[in-house]
């Protein structure tokens, strides 16, 4: 079939396998070019491998560290006229890739909320690793199974404690619009903090640990984020941050059962990039299509990849160990919240309309990096040619 992008609200819903496999490429590309990372891991559990910092989490330690790699996601194959979601695509480009280099790879599709996946996880660890010395917690999902309660969660994206009303854009059609958003209820809290908080990744780190699985001085890292002023009622103090305190709760207990064994866990705070998941926040692509004028006019851009390339090769396996911030957390985004480049994002802002969008923001390169995610716009793939959808998990 031939597979061009076809766009519904803050989601592509299709996605181009030789696309996918190009976009996993250039990020190999990237972390070979930056040279090997010393001291890295060797064997890596990645919980949310499939898309955005999981994905290149996974591709730095096998490509940069020559690391063994166990990746866990939840995606949909392709089905009779339909595409596979493209962290499917994705997942079968990077196993190939890292087998070809001679390294172990192997994939669980499934609800890593579930005892069923982390119990197959734990089988294939012991099996094929006997322990890991670095997990990536990385999902993003807009629901839980609690497998302890069976109470299903679903995550909202809301302010907390009044509305909140600012400037958003729909992407697709460059339309700059006034949003409001109600504040959520208390039930809408606690469900995005059960579906977004810590419990997940201490119910993995805790199954991991009870069955000796992980190596002596293993360290655990999920990543979350911040922003300047502008986001902060629909994220940072929003039900989303809410959620993210949690994570950071959980990463202090978690941090305190692996020093026993000369571990570490903690939070990694990254840059606003796109990816599916802050797509699907609102006012947040717009900050993002200003951020990334400034960033690249100022040559300190990143991408998903070089973030987390950094984060391996300059922090947690840097001589001395990860920096920390007063809160305990490494900052990915220290180039972004620079004064000057958020002062110039701040000058930006209240001028960007509708008609004002492509002069005043990298609303191309917003889009451009959207439609990579799906596989769509790189050079060397024909795009009008037939291609073959119908591709299964290794």
């Known amino acids: 079939m031939i597979i061009k992008p076809r766009i519904r609200g803050f989601v592509c819903i299709t ?3 030789a696309g ?12 070979k070019a930056r040279g090997a990372i ?11 491998a499939s898309t955005g910092y999981g994905l290149a989490s996974r591709i730095t330690a096998a490509f940069g560290s020559g690391a063994d790699t166990l990746g866990v996601f939840f995606e949909r194959p392709s089905e ?6 493209p962290g499917w695509y994705n997942s079968i480009a990077v196993t190939r890739q890292a087998r070809a280099a001679g390294l172990y790879a192997k994939n669980i599709n499934g609800d890593a909320f579930s005892d069923e996946i982390k119990q197959q996880a734990l089988s294939l660890v012991r099996a094929d690793l006997g322990q890991v010395d670095l997990v990536v917690y990385s999902l993003a999902s807009p629901r839980r199974l609690d497998p302890r309660t069976g109470l299903v969660h679903k995550s909202v994206l809301k302010p907390v404690g009044a509305a909140y009303t600012n400037k958003t854009v729909d992407t697709d059609k460059g339309v700059v619009s006034q949003i409001t958003i109600d504040p959520a209820n208390d039930q809408e809290i606690a469900d995005t903090v059960a579906v977004m908080g810590g419990q997940d990744w201490e119910l993995w780190m805790s199954a991991l640990s009870g069955a000796g699985l992980l190596a002596p001085g293993a360290q ?3 990543y979350s984020y ?4 502008v986001t902060w009622p629909i994220y940072k ?3 989303i941050g809410l959620a993210k305190n949690d994570l950071e709760r959980a990463a202090r207990a978690i941090d305190g059962q692996l020093k026993a064994r000369g571990g570490r866990a903690f939070i990694s705070v990254n840059k606003a990039l796109v990816t599916q998941a802050s797509s699907a926040i609102p006012v947040v692509p717009l900050y993002i299509s200003i951020l990334y004028r400034i960033m690249k006019q100022r040559g300190v851009h990143e991408g998903c990849i070089e973030q987390m390339q950094r984060l391996f090769a300059s922090q947690m396996y840097a001589p001395g160990g990860p920096k920390f911030d007063e809160g305990g957390r490494v900052r990915l985004d220290d180039l972004e919240m ?3 480049v958020q002062a110039a994002v701040a000058k930006i802002w209240p001028g960007v309309t509708t008609e004002t969008l492509e002069a005043q923001t990298d609303i191309a390169g917003y889009r451009s990096e959207f439609l990579k995610l799906f596989g769509f716009g790189f050079g060397g793939i024909d795009y009008e040619a037939d291609a073959e959808p119908h591709l299964e998990l290794i």
Do not use: M
């Open 237 to 239: 103090n929003g039900t």
């Open 80 to 85: 009779e006229g339909r595409c596979a979601t």
């Open 15 to 17: 996605a181009h396998p």
């Open 226 to 229: 911040i922003g300047p002023d």
């Open 20 to 31: 996918c496999a190009a976009h996993v490429q250039e990020w190999i590309d990237v972390v």
């Open 220 to 222: 655990s890292v999920a």
């Open 38 to 48: 010393s001291g890295g891991p060797r064997k890596v559990l990645v919980i949310g």
């Open 338 to 340: 620079q004064p000057e």
